[in-house]
């Protein structure tokens, strides 16, 4: 969360102001810029989107060094108090952060005892102070000096009144730099470097250093680092956007999304290291995930589990540490997640390396860290995903998983996958009747609670619809197995209930209606969702709405089930006049644990 930007060069309050768009994705709670120019530096903040701070910025002939900052709050309130950049008592140092200093309490204590005085509540002003306290002739050692202090996660970049440069550092927060003829550009995210220069920097943990432009000096407790430059890959920016919002488009993305994943997994060498996997080694597969990765990640389990009969785990990726799980080396850990950054998937990869598991990252962008540091890479072929809510990344991530079942099941019959079910889904993929779903939207709109219920896959669905509804609508969407609904749930049934009913999984449909009747028979109103023929004629009568897609008839049927809701999710905010791409309190990349 949060994204930061330094920049060298001209025009430096416009190119901070878009490379901080760029980055906006990562918080939109306030946002503020610092630029240095013959008097020292001038401070910009506002709160909410970059939009805001673009209309209090003053622009300066002289400015030639910036930082800037979109922020997600963690502590403190987004205020302009609270934005970044954060400033020493002397002023001489300005900075922006992104991560969480966890001691930041003990070492404000310590500050405030030796006279210094606070004016926010963020952890991040207390870098800034103990700049201050670490001041001395090379400033190189003063920034090594307060990072001595740290503990917690950070990317810094760092202002000194009487220096032509910038300063940074990084620890378990991502920091890219490049340089480009005497300008220079830092960033949380390489998307930034587009149109600036064609190769960059990766700044690893426990590095920091200074560049004016001309000259990158990047250090680590070892001394100096030498660096090889990456080359840029364009590609990575192509979100053009012709819709009205992101979340839509990248709906509307999904068939070519699919078609592209099924093409790269389709080319043998992309499966090299994946086919010389025996899963015959392990005694379990763990999957771990937050959010739309790990409902992901309870399908995944049900491939794996079906097509190689093994044991299969899932886990929220926040919880998986803490839950004393037994991993070793006969232990394979799929990590799941778009962004690569989530840094609760990064803590559980962390700790399936230290003991000795085999690690695959199921990820979109595949030069972030999960992609960098699992044993197997698979990539899911989604595309740029910019809103905030996860779309066709979700529907990739579990035809990656189904994929990777296939790949693993043929390797143990030494024959190859045989994607011919697959190829056939992407040829005949359909969007569904969208005016059905925006019929559904209508009436959603009014709702402040519905329930969904399924059995198997289809709970699985439940659980990624629920949180569509609940993250772009604000409407409390819960989710329960069918079968559960008489053990608490039928309590929260009166007339106003809305549930909707999954019923895709022809074993358990009759059981899943059932579970339904009885919902119905205290009041609720029912959404009948299914791809099935034979549905019991009494029962549908029954239903206000009836959902039909279509009937798969394998794994990812999944697919297929989700994509309707995120259309009914996407025109039920649009029509209470939510920003789906940027809906309240959240942000796209969750890089705080
Ligand atoms: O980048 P990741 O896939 O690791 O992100 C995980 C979650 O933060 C993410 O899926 C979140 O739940 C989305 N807002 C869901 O739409």
């Not at 002939?61 to 800037?68: F, L, M, P, Q, V």
Request: charge should be neutral; proline fraction near 2%.
């Amino acid at each position: 969360m949060c994204g930061i930007v330094g920049y060298i060069g001209n025009n430096t309050e416009q190119t901070i102001i878009d490379k901080l768009k760029k980055l906006e994705y990562r918080g939109y709670d306030s946002a503020g810029i610092a630029v240095m120019n013959k008097t020292g530096y001038r401070v910009f903040k506002s709160k909410g989107e970059i939009k805001n701070l673009e209309k209090v910025v003053e622009v300066s002939k002289d400015s030639k060094i910036g930082i800037g900052h979109t922020r997600w709050a963690t502590h403190g309130k987004p205020t302009e108090e609270n934005a970044h950049p954060h400033v020493s008592e002397d002023n001489r140092w300005a900075l922006v952060h992104n991560g969480i200093i966890e001691n930041y309490l003990e070492l404000k204590d310590k500050l405030m005892a030796s006279g210094m005085n606070f004016y926010s509540q963020t952890d991040s002003e207390t870098i800034a102070k103990l700049l201050q306290y670490y001041d001395g002739k090379d400033k190189l050692t003063t920034i090594e000096k307060t990072l001595n202090n740290l503990k917690g996660s950070y990317a810094l970049a760092i202002l000194n009144e009487d220096i032509n440069g910038i300063f940074f550092a990084k620890n378990k927060s991502p920091l890219f730099v490049a340089l480009n003829n005497g300008k220079a550009l830092l960033a949380s995210d390489i998307i930034c470097f587009n149109g600036f220069a064609t190769e960059y920097y990766v700044i690893e943990d426990g590095e920091y250093g200074f560049t004016d432009g001309k000259k990158l000096i990047v250090k680590n407790r070892l001394g100096i680092v030498g660096k090889s430059p990456c080359a840029f890959d364009c590609s990575v920016e192509n979100v053009e956007n012709v819709y009205d919002h992101f979340m839509i488009k990248e709906i509307f993305d999904t068939e070519k999304a699919l078609k592209s994943n099924l093409e790269y997994y389709s080319v043998e060498d992309n499966l090299k290291k994946l086919s010389a996997l025996n899963i015959k080694n392990y005694d379990k597969v763990v999957f771990i995930g937050c959010g739309t990765a790990y409902n992901a990640c309870l399908v995944g389990a049900k491939f794996f589990r079906e097509q190689l009969d093994i044991d299969c785990f899932t886990d929220v990726a926040s919880e998986f540490r803490y839950s004393h799980p037994k991993l070793d080396d006969k232990t394979l850990v799929i990590l799941v997640s778009q962004s690569g950054e989530t840094a609760d998937t990064l803590a559980a990869l962390e700790l399936a390396k230290e003991n000795k598991s085999t690690t695959i990252g199921v990820v979109n962008v595949e030069y972030s860290t999960i992609a960098k540091n699992v044993d197997i890479t698979l990539p899911i072929k989604a595309g740029v995903e910019v809103a905030v809510a996860s779309t066709k990344a979700y529907s990739c991530q579990i035809i990656t998983m189904y994929i990777a079942s296939l790949v693993l099941k043929a390797t143990l019959n030494k024959t190859k996958a045989d994607l011919k079910e697959v190829s056939a889904f992407c040829d005949n993929f359909s969007f569904g009747k969208l005016e059905k779903y925006q019929e559904i939207a209508d009436t959603l709109r009014y709702q402040n609670k519905i329930f969904m219920i399924g059995r198997g896959l289809d709970c699985c669905t439940a659980y990624e619809a629920s949180l569509k509804i609940k993250e772009t609508c604000y409407i409390n969407s819960d989710t329960y197995f069918a079968g559960e609904l008489k053990h608490g749930f039928l309590a929260l049934i009166d007339e106003m209930t809305y549930v909707v009913v999954f019923a895709t999984q022809k074993e358990v449909v009759a059981k899943t209606l059932s579970n339904a009747e009885e919902a119905y028979s205290r009041g609720a109103k029912i959404i009948l969702f299914t791809s099935l023929d034979d549905m019991d004629k009494a029962f549908m009568d029954k239903c206000s709405f009836i959902v039909k897609v279509k009937d798969v008839n394998c794994g990812l049927q999944a697919i297929t089930n989700i994509v309707p809701w995120q259309f009914i999710a996407y025109y039920t905010s649009v029509s209470k006049g939510i920003n789906p791409d940027r809906p309240r309190n959240l942000a796209k990349s969750v890089t705080v644990e």
